[in-house]
């Protein structure tokens, strides 16, 4: 385990060099991995073991997505099963459900985790939150966890080219005295590119947290208030979405992921230095009361509570798909449409 200095504080990390893929190939050998559900991490981490050369089968219901499982070369009865079939033929037992399936499934499951098995989540929800999803794994199977940091689309495709997507890792329960190996075993081989330590409650806090917040929630309000404001003083869309989106993912956030936040500043105006420098204060102090409360959400279980309720609809998927739908229709995602035709590079 390497030591790596993060900013000044000290942090646990597993690289790929420190646990490389044939170790992973040699500590699951005799294992096999049973992926339940294939959405979006499923086929992300499904598809990458099997390229790397593990035991993997899916486990999905009937429908689209048992179609998808099916056109990505996933064999019915060989290599595809229901999920109850999966799960008793998996000794690594992946919940890659969405949070609210894996609590409608759970009931179905649990007799399968026979002793000695391990339970994989991707997420410390079910766990965090188990007075509210009922999933209380049994005492006598290892309970772990490896959590991407990003869409199992860009897992998929950061294998692909050869890069990897990090993840975080955790054991909350060691009954084989296995736990953290298969973890990390599993972790290098579902393409990470490398592994930070934290556990289910930290997990699931921040990333609520941050898909709420800067990840997803909050970029997108963040990127509207000043659309609306350029458009409410007369600026066309063309211009207010070129200034406040295009120019934002094309042009400043790759400075920015390549060298840092100063290092995008420095390359560009002095005018423009000026002006960031002096308004990344009160922005950060009318921004940090709605983080607090957002957190205080997450930690109180609302968020969790909210996410259940709705997922757990018969027609969650449908409603999702309006609210999605209606951003889509929205002016500044419409100009996006023309603004994506206009760069040359799809011409
Ligand atoms: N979407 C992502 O890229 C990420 C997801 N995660 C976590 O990974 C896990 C899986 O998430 P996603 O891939 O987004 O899930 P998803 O929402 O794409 O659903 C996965 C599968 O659940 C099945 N499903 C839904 N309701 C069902 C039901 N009632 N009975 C049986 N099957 C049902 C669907 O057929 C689908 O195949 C979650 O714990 C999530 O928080 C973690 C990191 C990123
Ligand atoms: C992609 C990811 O890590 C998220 C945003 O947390 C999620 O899809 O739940
Ligand atoms: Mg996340
Ligand atoms: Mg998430």
Known sequence: MAQMNFGGVIENVMTREEFPLEKAREIL?????AVLGYGVQGP??????RDNGFNVI???RQGKTYEKAVADGWK?????FSLEEAAQKGTIVCMLLSDAAQISVWPKIKQYLTPGKALYFSHGFAITYKERTNIIPPADIDVIMVAPKGSGTSLR??????????SSYAVYQDATGRAKDRTLAIGIGIGSGYLFETTFKRE??????GERGSLMGAIQGLLLAQYEVLR??????SEAFNETVEELTQSLMPLFAKNGM????????TTAQRGALDWMGPFHDAIKPVMQKLYESVKSGNEAQISIDSNSQPDYREKLNAELRALRDSEMWQTAVTVRKLRPENN
Request: charged share 20%; net charge negative.
């Open 29 to 33: 050998k005799d294992e096999v991995i």
């Open 44 to 49: 992300g981490q499904a598809c990458n073991l």
């Open 58 to 60: 899916v486990g999905q």
């Open 76 to 80: 019915p009865g060989e290599t595809l």
């Open 157 to 166: 495709t950061m294998f692909l080219e050869g890069r990897g997507l990090n």
């Open 204 to 209: 699931v806090y921040s990333d609520l947290t």
């Open 232 to 237: 409410e003083n007369g600026h066309t869309p």
């Open 262 to 269: 100063d290092w995008m500043y420095a390359n560009c105006s």
